[in-house]
């Protein structure tokens, strides 16, 4: 076996970069007339700086750190929607994202039409989907709610639409945000016992979370960033105890 094989993701070494506007532009007319002229001024911003992380099959990672340090840019450079401005990204195995609320939902569908079309962003055809209908809503708990388009549905219930699609099948790696915050009690325990079943079956995790007892819950390492650079990665205990402390 190639040893790289032994690891479903690894980040090495790794920025993004982003181009900010350094000046103030009023109106889209300005912007494309400056553009034109090339008098659009930008200044850089590295919202990842160096960033190597490597996962090994099945083990599940908590990423960690305050609002703007890069967690949910980690996120979506392994998923793919951003690319490395230097350095590389591995990825063995299909990924199920769950990064940010009501991607994939059209909000003037129903309920019903989007677990359709959120199974197709996912790759899932038709047949699938229906094989699979009664569990998804089930899971869910939405069944009197089937017929509401998602625009009239609660941040907590369009997540649980949401991770119930996601986790329908048992991908090879589980990414998932903040998105279960926004849940009540209950179905966050229920998610959580999803997630950890699905770990025992060999799914490797990805969670980000601002709960550090919710990562200590689900994770067994933990990765912290700090303005898009690595503080520390390892096991999980010892790193929530540094940043806790850090936060003191």
């Known amino acids: ?12 070494e790794a920025t993004v970069r982003f181009n900010m506007a350094s000046e103030r532009i009023d109106n889209l007319k300005e912007y494309f007339i400056k553009l034109l002229k090339r008098e659009l001024m930008f200044k850089e911003f590295l919202a990842l700086r160096d960033v190597s992380l490597s996962v090994k099959k099945g083990e599940a990672w908590g990423i960690i750190g ?3 340090s890069g967690k949910s840019t980690m ?44 199974g197709a962003v996912l790759g899932y055809d038709q047949k699938f989907m229906q094989q699979h209908f009664d569990e998804i809503v089930d899971f869910a708990e939405l069944q009197d709610f089937l017929d509401m388009p998602i ?7 369009a997540a649980r639409l949401g991770f119930s699609i996601a986790t329908v099948v048992q991908p090879d790696i589980l990414i998932v945000d903040e998105v279960l915050a926004v849940g009540d009690y209950a179905f966050q ?6 997630m950890n079943d699905m770990r025992k079956r060999g799914t490797t995790l990805l969670f980000v979370s601002h709960s550090i007892e919710s990562v200590k819950e689900i994770c067994d390492h933990a990765l912290w960033l700090n303005k898009g650079v690595v503080q520390a990665s ?6 929530c105890e540094a940043y806790i402390k850090s936060l003191q």
Do not use: W
């Open 189 to 194: 325990q229920k998610c959580e016992k999803r």
């Open 151 to 157: 625009k009239n549905y609660s941040s907590g219930m």
């Open 234 to 239: 390892g096991k999980v205990d010892s790193i």
């Open 75 to 118: 996120l979506k450079l392994i998923c793919g929607i951003l690319k490395p401005h230097k350095g590389r990204v591995e990825i063995h195995g299909n990924i199920a994202p769950l990064i940010e609320l009501g991607a994939g939902f059209d909000g003037d569908l129903t309920a019903r039409e989007n677990i359709f079309l959120n």
């Open 1 to 12: 076996m190639n040893k790289n094989e032994e690891y479903a993701i690894i980040v090495d």
């Open 66 to 68: 305050t609002n703007g």
